[in-house]
Protein backbone atom coordinates (compact mmCIF):
# COMPACT_ATOMS: atom_id res chain seq x y z
CA UNK A 1 0.00 0.00 0.00
CA UNK A 2 1.49 3.15 -1.50
CA UNK A 3 1.18 6.57 0.72
CA UNK A 4 -1.42 9.01 -0.24
CA UNK A 5 -2.18 12.93 0.29
CA UNK A 6 -3.71 12.22 3.02
CA UNK A 7 -1.01 10.52 4.69
CA UNK A 8 1.24 13.49 4.83
CA UNK A 9 -0.65 15.29 7.60
CA UNK A 10 -1.06 12.20 9.55
CA UNK A 11 2.83 11.68 9.60
CA UNK A 12 3.70 14.68 10.86
CA UNK A 13 0.64 14.85 13.10
CA UNK A 14 1.42 12.32 14.95
CA UNK A 15 5.32 12.78 15.21
CA UNK A 16 4.29 16.28 16.54
CA UNK A 17 2.01 14.84 19.63
CA UNK A 18 4.56 12.82 20.38
CA UNK A 19 7.98 14.65 20.70
CA UNK A 20 5.24 16.73 22.80
CA UNK A 21 4.96 13.49 24.99
CA UNK A 22 8.73 12.40 24.70
CA UNK A 23 10.47 15.83 25.94
CA UNK A 24 9.41 19.06 27.73
CA UNK A 25 12.99 20.26 26.25
CA UNK A 26 12.49 22.78 23.16
CA UNK A 27 15.57 22.87 21.41
CA UNK A 28 15.07 19.04 21.41
CA UNK A 29 11.32 19.26 19.96
CA UNK A 30 12.88 21.40 17.44
CA UNK A 31 15.67 19.40 16.16
CA UNK A 32 13.05 16.58 16.49
CA UNK A 33 10.54 18.93 14.46
CA UNK A 34 12.97 19.73 11.59
CA UNK A 35 14.91 16.49 11.03
CA UNK A 36 10.91 14.75 10.37
CA UNK A 37 10.53 17.39 7.92
CA UNK A 38 14.00 17.13 6.28
CA UNK A 39 13.03 12.61 6.31
CA UNK A 40 9.50 13.48 4.71
CA UNK A 41 11.16 16.08 2.36
CA UNK A 42 13.99 13.14 1.33
CA UNK A 43 11.29 10.01 1.29
CA UNK A 44 7.38 11.15 1.13
CA UNK A 45 7.34 9.88 -2.41
CA UNK A 46 4.46 7.84 -4.77
CA UNK A 47 6.16 5.13 -3.97
CA UNK A 48 6.23 5.23 -0.28
CA UNK A 49 4.65 3.13 1.84
CA UNK A 50 2.96 4.77 5.39
CA UNK A 51 4.22 2.21 8.03
CA UNK A 52 8.13 2.52 6.73
CA UNK A 53 7.91 6.07 6.99
CA UNK A 54 6.58 6.07 9.98
CA UNK A 55 9.01 4.02 11.37
CA UNK A 56 11.83 6.27 10.11
CA UNK A 57 10.10 8.93 12.10
CA UNK A 58 9.58 7.44 15.24
CA UNK A 59 13.57 5.99 15.09
CA UNK A 60 14.38 10.11 14.93
CA UNK A 61 12.01 11.08 17.68
CA UNK A 62 13.86 8.47 19.74
CA UNK A 63 17.09 9.26 18.77
CA UNK A 64 16.90 13.02 19.15
CA UNK A 65 14.85 13.02 22.39
CA UNK A 66 16.37 10.73 24.14
CA UNK A 67 12.94 8.97 25.12
CA UNK A 68 12.93 5.69 23.95
CA UNK A 69 9.41 4.80 24.74
CA UNK A 70 7.38 7.85 25.06
CA UNK A 71 3.89 6.53 25.15
CA UNK A 72 5.37 4.11 27.76
CA UNK A 73 2.59 5.33 30.36
CA UNK A 74 -0.45 5.22 27.66
CA UNK A 75 0.30 2.20 26.41
CA UNK A 76 0.44 0.76 30.25
CA UNK A 77 -2.78 2.39 30.46
CA UNK A 78 -4.11 0.93 27.25
CA UNK A 79 -3.47 -2.63 28.58
CA UNK A 80 -5.19 -1.99 31.60
CA UNK A 81 -8.32 -0.49 30.27
CA UNK A 82 -8.65 -3.29 27.61
CA UNK A 83 -8.17 -5.73 30.54
CA UNK A 84 -11.29 -4.34 31.78
CA UNK A 85 -13.25 -5.34 28.83
CA UNK A 86 -11.76 -8.31 28.35
CA UNK A 87 -14.33 -10.80 30.09
CA UNK A 88 -17.06 -9.14 27.47
CA UNK A 89 -14.95 -10.28 24.64
CA UNK A 90 -14.33 -13.86 26.21
CA UNK A 91 -18.23 -13.89 26.70
CA UNK A 92 -19.23 -12.92 23.81
CA UNK A 93 -17.22 -15.60 21.95
CA UNK A 94 -18.15 -18.47 24.51
CA UNK A 95 -21.55 -18.14 23.58
CA UNK A 96 -20.99 -18.86 19.72
CA UNK A 97 -22.87 -22.02 18.98
CA UNK A 98 -20.35 -23.45 17.07
CA UNK A 99 -16.34 -23.77 16.15
CA UNK A 100 -17.67 -21.67 13.36
CA UNK A 101 -19.34 -18.94 15.05
CA UNK A 102 -16.89 -18.77 18.02
CA UNK A 103 -14.18 -17.99 15.32
CA UNK A 104 -15.95 -15.24 13.67
CA UNK A 105 -16.99 -13.50 17.29
CA UNK A 106 -13.12 -13.93 18.36
CA UNK A 107 -11.88 -12.78 15.21
CA UNK A 108 -14.59 -9.29 15.69
CA UNK A 109 -13.19 -8.66 18.89
CA UNK A 110 -9.97 -8.77 18.19
CA UNK A 111 -10.61 -6.12 14.98
CA UNK A 112 -12.71 -3.74 17.46
CA UNK A 113 -9.33 -3.46 19.45
CA UNK A 114 -7.71 -2.15 16.78
CA UNK A 115 -9.31 1.09 17.76
CA UNK A 116 -6.97 1.63 20.50
CA UNK A 117 -4.67 4.12 18.58
CA UNK A 118 -3.29 7.81 18.96
CA UNK A 119 -3.25 10.96 17.16
CA UNK A 120 -4.59 9.82 13.84
CA UNK A 121 -6.34 13.31 12.28
CA UNK A 122 -9.77 12.66 12.81
CA UNK A 123 -9.56 9.21 14.43
CA UNK A 124 -11.02 9.44 18.06
CA UNK A 125 -11.60 6.24 20.40
CA UNK A 126 -12.80 6.12 24.23
CA UNK A 127 -12.34 2.73 26.17
CA UNK A 128 -16.01 2.94 26.97
CA UNK A 129 -17.19 2.76 24.08
CA UNK A 130 -15.02 -0.59 23.26
CA UNK A 131 -17.75 -2.81 24.52
CA UNK A 132 -20.44 -1.29 21.98
CA UNK A 133 -18.22 -1.43 19.50
CA UNK A 134 -17.61 -4.93 20.02
CA UNK A 135 -21.64 -5.73 20.40
CA UNK A 136 -21.69 -3.79 16.64
CA UNK A 137 -18.95 -5.18 15.22
CA UNK A 138 -20.57 -6.88 12.51
CA UNK A 139 -22.28 -4.12 11.54
CA UNK A 140 -19.43 -2.59 10.34
CA UNK A 141 -18.04 -5.70 8.92
CA UNK A 142 -16.98 -4.04 5.57
CA UNK A 143 -14.87 -6.90 4.29
CA UNK A 144 -15.88 -10.43 5.38
CA UNK A 145 -13.34 -12.79 4.45
CA UNK A 146 -13.91 -14.40 8.22
CA UNK A 147 -15.10 -17.57 6.59
CA UNK A 148 -12.66 -18.20 4.20
CA UNK A 149 -10.28 -17.61 6.77
CA UNK A 150 -11.75 -20.39 9.17
CA UNK A 151 -10.99 -22.67 6.85
CA UNK A 152 -7.62 -21.61 6.46
CA UNK A 153 -7.40 -21.79 10.02
CA UNK A 154 -8.85 -25.52 10.58
CA UNK A 155 -6.01 -26.54 7.91
CA UNK A 156 -2.90 -25.36 9.67
CA UNK A 157 -1.22 -26.62 11.90
CA UNK A 158 1.18 -23.26 12.63
CA UNK A 159 -0.23 -19.97 12.91
CA UNK A 160 2.41 -16.53 13.35
CA UNK A 161 0.25 -14.07 14.84
CA UNK A 162 1.69 -10.39 14.30
CA UNK A 163 0.66 -8.39 17.03
CA UNK A 164 -0.41 -4.53 16.34
CA UNK A 165 -1.31 -2.02 19.75
CA UNK A 166 -0.90 -1.94 23.19
CA UNK A 167 -4.18 -2.72 24.70
CA UNK A 168 -5.22 -4.37 21.25
CA UNK A 169 -3.49 -7.46 22.54
CA UNK A 170 -5.61 -8.09 24.90
CA UNK A 171 -8.39 -8.78 22.39
CA UNK A 172 -6.27 -10.80 20.28
CA UNK A 173 -6.28 -13.33 23.07
CA UNK A 174 -9.47 -14.64 22.48
CA UNK A 175 -8.75 -15.22 18.76
CA UNK A 176 -5.42 -16.98 20.14
CA UNK A 177 -7.81 -19.27 22.05
CA UNK A 178 -9.81 -20.08 19.14
CA UNK A 179 -6.90 -20.45 16.54
CA UNK A 180 -5.33 -23.17 19.82
CA UNK A 181 -8.75 -24.76 19.63
CA UNK A 182 -8.22 -25.53 16.27
CA UNK A 183 -5.23 -27.41 16.78
CA UNK A 184 -3.03 -24.31 15.82
CA UNK A 185 0.11 -23.89 17.38
CA UNK A 186 0.20 -20.36 18.02
CA UNK A 187 3.17 -17.62 17.63
CA UNK A 188 2.63 -14.44 18.70
CA UNK A 189 5.18 -11.79 17.28
CA UNK A 190 5.87 -8.28 19.21
CA UNK A 191 7.80 -5.33 18.58
CA UNK A 192 11.46 -5.77 19.87
CA UNK A 193 11.51 -1.95 21.44
CA UNK A 194 9.12 0.47 21.63
CA UNK A 195 8.05 2.35 18.62
CA UNK A 196 5.36 4.29 18.70
CA UNK A 197 2.46 2.80 20.54
CA UNK A 198 2.64 -1.01 19.17
CA UNK A 199 2.71 -3.60 21.50
CA UNK A 200 6.41 -5.23 22.86
CA UNK A 201 7.31 -7.59 25.60
CA UNK A 202 6.84 -5.84 27.98
CA UNK A 203 2.99 -5.48 27.52
CA UNK A 204 2.91 -9.18 26.27
CA UNK A 205 3.65 -9.59 29.73
CA UNK A 206 1.40 -7.31 31.44
CA UNK A 207 -1.63 -8.55 29.97
CA UNK A 208 -0.62 -12.26 30.46
CA UNK A 209 -0.18 -12.87 26.41
CA UNK A 210 2.45 -15.04 27.18
CA UNK A 211 0.15 -17.45 28.84
CA UNK A 212 -2.21 -17.79 26.00
CA UNK A 213 -0.04 -18.23 23.05
CA UNK A 214 2.25 -21.49 22.71
CA UNK A 215 5.22 -18.69 22.28
CA UNK A 216 5.72 -15.46 21.94
CA UNK A 217 8.72 -13.64 19.86
CA UNK A 218 9.84 -10.62 18.62
CA UNK A 219 10.11 -9.11 14.70
CA UNK A 220 13.64 -8.31 15.77
CA UNK A 221 12.45 -5.08 14.65
CA UNK A 222 10.60 -1.61 15.63
CA UNK A 223 9.59 -1.82 11.62
CA UNK A 224 5.82 -0.88 11.85
CA UNK A 225 4.75 -3.25 10.33
CA UNK A 226 6.39 -6.13 8.48
CA UNK A 227 9.22 -5.75 6.44
CA UNK A 228 11.33 -8.81 6.15
CA UNK A 229 14.79 -7.52 5.60
CA UNK A 230 14.45 -5.43 9.23
CA UNK A 231 13.25 -9.17 11.08
CA UNK A 232 15.55 -11.15 12.90
CA UNK A 233 16.74 -15.06 11.62
CA UNK A 234 14.79 -16.19 14.79
CA UNK A 235 11.31 -14.43 13.41
CA UNK A 236 12.10 -15.31 9.50
CA UNK A 237 12.58 -19.02 10.67
CA UNK A 238 9.17 -19.17 12.21
CA UNK A 239 7.58 -17.00 9.84
CA UNK A 240 8.81 -19.32 6.90
CA UNK A 241 7.42 -22.52 8.97
CA UNK A 242 4.22 -20.60 9.50
CA UNK A 243 0.99 -22.11 7.82
CA UNK A 244 -1.12 -19.35 8.06
CA UNK A 245 -0.64 -15.41 9.58
CA UNK A 246 -3.04 -14.02 10.76
CA UNK A 247 -1.67 -9.67 10.67
CA UNK A 248 -3.32 -7.17 12.92
CA UNK A 249 -3.41 -3.47 12.35
CA UNK A 250 -3.05 -0.95 9.22
CA UNK A 251 0.90 -1.31 9.36
CA UNK A 252 0.82 -4.93 8.87
CA UNK A 253 -1.70 -4.59 5.75
CA UNK A 254 0.28 -1.45 4.76
CA UNK A 255 3.50 -3.43 4.31
CA UNK A 256 1.98 -7.01 3.26
CA UNK A 257 -0.22 -5.37 0.55
CA UNK A 258 3.64 -4.79 -0.99
CA UNK A 259 4.81 -8.16 -0.71
CA UNK A 260 4.96 -11.68 -2.51
CA UNK A 261 3.26 -13.65 -0.25
CA UNK A 262 4.45 -17.56 -0.09
CA UNK A 263 1.12 -18.43 2.52
CA UNK A 264 -2.37 -17.14 3.65
CA UNK A 265 -2.68 -13.67 5.59
CA UNK A 266 -5.41 -12.82 7.07
CA UNK A 267 -5.50 -8.95 7.59
CA UNK A 268 -7.70 -7.80 10.70
CA UNK A 269 -8.32 -4.12 11.21
CA UNK A 270 -10.25 -0.86 11.49
CA UNK A 271 -9.74 1.34 8.49
CA UNK A 272 -9.06 3.92 10.94
CA UNK A 273 -7.70 6.78 8.21
CA UNK A 274 -8.36 7.79 4.82
CA UNK A 275 -5.60 6.34 2.73
CA UNK A 276 -6.50 2.81 3.96
CA UNK A 277 -10.10 2.98 3.40
CA UNK A 278 -9.68 4.08 0.11
CA UNK A 279 -7.28 1.21 -0.55
CA UNK A 280 -9.87 -1.61 0.54
CA UNK A 281 -12.89 0.46 -1.27
CA UNK A 282 -14.36 0.56 2.13
CA UNK A 283 -15.75 3.63 3.95
CA UNK A 284 -13.57 5.16 7.15
CA UNK A 285 -14.25 3.27 10.50
CA UNK A 286 -15.48 0.18 8.94
CA UNK A 287 -14.07 -3.58 10.12
CA UNK A 288 -11.74 -5.52 7.30
CA UNK A 289 -10.80 -9.45 7.79
CA UNK A 290 -9.09 -9.42 4.77
CA UNK A 291 -7.45 -13.11 3.71
CA UNK A 292 -4.81 -12.69 1.37
CA UNK A 293 -3.34 -15.87 -0.88
CA UNK A 294 -0.34 -16.27 -2.69
CA UNK A 295 -0.65 -15.34 -6.13
CA UNK A 296 0.40 -18.47 -7.72
CA UNK A 297 -1.72 -20.72 -5.09
Known amino acids: MKVGVDCALCLFQRGYFEILEATEDQELRF????????????NFHWEATPAVLGTLRERIIKRVTGNPDPFAEKKRMC????????????????????EGMRFRRACLCAIVGNVIEFNIPGHIFN???????????????AI??????????????????????????????????ELKRL?????????????????????????????VADVVITTGSDMMGLVLSECSREFLEVYGSADLVVAK?????????????SKPHLLLLRTKCVNVARYFGVERDKNVAKLLYPKNR
Open 31 to 42: RALAQIFDMLAK
Open 79 to 98: NMEAMKIFPVAEKIVSEGKS
Open 127 to 141: FNDLRELILEAEKSL
Open 144 to 177: DDVSEAFEAAKRSKLTVYLADNAGEIVFDMVLIK
Open 183 to 211: GNKVVVAVKSEAVSNDATMEDAFQVGLDK
Open 249 to 261: GMGNAETITEMDL
